[in-house]
């Protein structure tokens, strides 16, 4: 996620071209993170100290965190810190950034200060984002106070990295008292609490979900692609009702349902809109807890 | 040989992934129903060895099915499979008969090792 928020801000900014940010995704698929590059970013090591690990890795076929043991460059303490690192996507990204020539480290550190102010990110929470843990950057972006709808949020994300796409971001949080979309397939529970989910997306866009999850292709939102993300969403509020249940609460989950052209309203403050990019797919997440929504 | 599976979910998607999983681990499928209701009927007519049943469902849900399914053959093998992992349900379905409870999105490892010991 850390890789699609700050190279969508760095196209928007035009730090980017969007050649570059599609070369980005296309690298991110099959990048495997030099220890060199993380050690110099973590200030374990100089470029030059890691250029020479890596020429005479070349030479001697042995690994880079023995050689740099050995020429005193790195401790064996650090070598386990980089390895621990190579998965990070800050990592990985900052990577494809240099070997491609999109930005250099210091540009990138530069707009990487600048993507922070821009979002009111303190460091702690910029660290979070760059770690790539779903659970801790959910609450940073989805600013809702009810621990729920964060958690809930944060369990649907997780799941559709799991199932759907590994690329997917947040790109928007809304409160509404009404909603209109073409296609919604959605799940209410009812019991010690009322809760709503669904998925809404114009055009095809819902798509993406059905056919990921369903391992098939459909021609357009019809009824087989609408089971296939009602059972998504099944899948996913099952999952909320098993938690809830170590806590105690007790919901009954109903069949999914889903509809076309249709118009949300509550009487009350209203429900949440999370809008996530999926591949490029706009999805918005609609979540309401004890809030009875009208569907026309 | 090989054992026969009935497939009960109301789910198409549910199914196929099922039946596609079921297959590739050797098993024969009787046949797929998706309500509660259909899975009762199919089951006198089918005899399958084995049923894959889903809980929430329209019509008739899986634990009302499965008792009906016991009640007709007190050693037909029933696993629940389903999104609705809470205990209360879990119990429900031990209680009426059921050898296990997979938890969806289900995973191939647990369904592979759950069949296999309901067939030891």
């Given at each position: ?15 980017i071209?969007?050649?570059q ?17 993380i ?32 020429k ?8 386990g ?6 998965g990070?996507?800050?990592?990985q990204f ?10 250099s ?5 530069e707009?990487?200060?600048e ?5 009111g ?10 770690s790539g ?14 621990p ?8 649907v ?5 799991r ?17 209109t979309?073409?296609h919604?397939a ?46 998504f969403?099944?899948c ?13 609460i ?6 999914p ?15 949440y809109?999370?809008t996530?990019?999926?591949?490029g ?9 004890d ?6 | ?5 009935l ?10 992934l ?6 590739g ?37 899986g ?14 093998k ?5 999104a609705?992992?809470q205990?209360?349900?879990?119990l ?13 999105p ?14 030891k």
């Amino acid at each position: 996620m850390y890789c699609k928020l700050y190279s969508s801000f760095l196209l928007d900014k035009g730090h980017i071209s969007a050649e570059q940010y599609r070369l980005i995704f296309k690298e991110l698929c099959s990048v495997r993170v030099k220890m060199g590059l993380i050690a110099v970013e973590m200030s374990f090591m100089t470029k030059e100290q890691a250029d020479e690990v890596n020429r005479l890795q070349a030479v001697k076929d042995k690994r880079f965190g023995d050689i740099a043991v050995e020429k005193g460059y790195l401790t064996e303490e650090q070598v386990g810190q980089l390895l621990k690192l190579q998965g990070n996507p800050y990592m990985q990204f900052t990577q494809i950034l240099v070997e491609n020539d999109i930005l250099s480290p210091e540009m990138n550190t530069e707009y990487l200060k600048e993507y922070q102010e821009e979002n009111g990110f303190t460091d702690d929470e910029l660290e979070i984002i760059k770690s790539g843990n779903v659970d801790l950057i959910v609450p940073i972006l989805v600013k809702i106070e009810a621990p729920w709808y964060t958690y809930h949020t944060g369990l649907v994300i997780r799941n559709l990295i799991r199932f759907v796409s590994t690329d997917v971001s947040i790109t928007g949080v809304e409160r509404v008292k009404q909603y209109t979309s073409r296609h919604f397939a959605y799940q209410y529970m009812e019991g010690d609490r009322l809760v709503y989910m669904g998925f809404a997306g114009e055009g095809n866009s819902l798509l993406v979900i059905a056919e990921n999850f369903g391992k098939e292709e459909f021609n357009g939102i019809n009824d087989d692609a609408y089971d296939s993300i009602c059972e998504f969403i099944n899948c996913i509020n099952g999952l909320l009702a098993s938690q809830l249940d170590k806590e105690s609460i007790d919901i009954d989950i109903q069949p999914p349902l889903f509809a076309d052209n249709v118009d949300i309203s509550v009487d009350d403050e209203g429900f949440y809109v999370v809008t996530v990019d999926i591949s490029g797919n706009a999805v918005d997440i609609v979540l309401a807890i004890d809030t009875a929504l009208s569907l026309r | 040989m090989v054992k026969k599976v009935l497939i009960v979910d109301d789910s198409r998607t549910s199914r196929k992934l099922l039946r596609g999983l079921l297959e590739g681990l050797g098993y024969e499928i009787a046949g797929e129903a998706e309500n509660g209701e259909k899975g009762v009927l199919m089951y006198k007519e089918l005899k399958p060895d084995l049923v894959t049943m889903d809980i929430t469902m329209p019509v008739m849900d899986g634990i009302t099915a499965l008792e009906k399914i016991i009640a007709e053959d007190k050693s037909a093998k029933v696993i629940m499979i389903s999104a609705a992992g809470q205990k209360s349900k879990l119990l429900a379905a031990v209680k009426a008969g059921a050898l296990d409870f997979i938890n969806k999105p289900f995973e191939e490892d647990l369904i592979a090792q759950s069949l296999k010991k309901a067939f030891k």
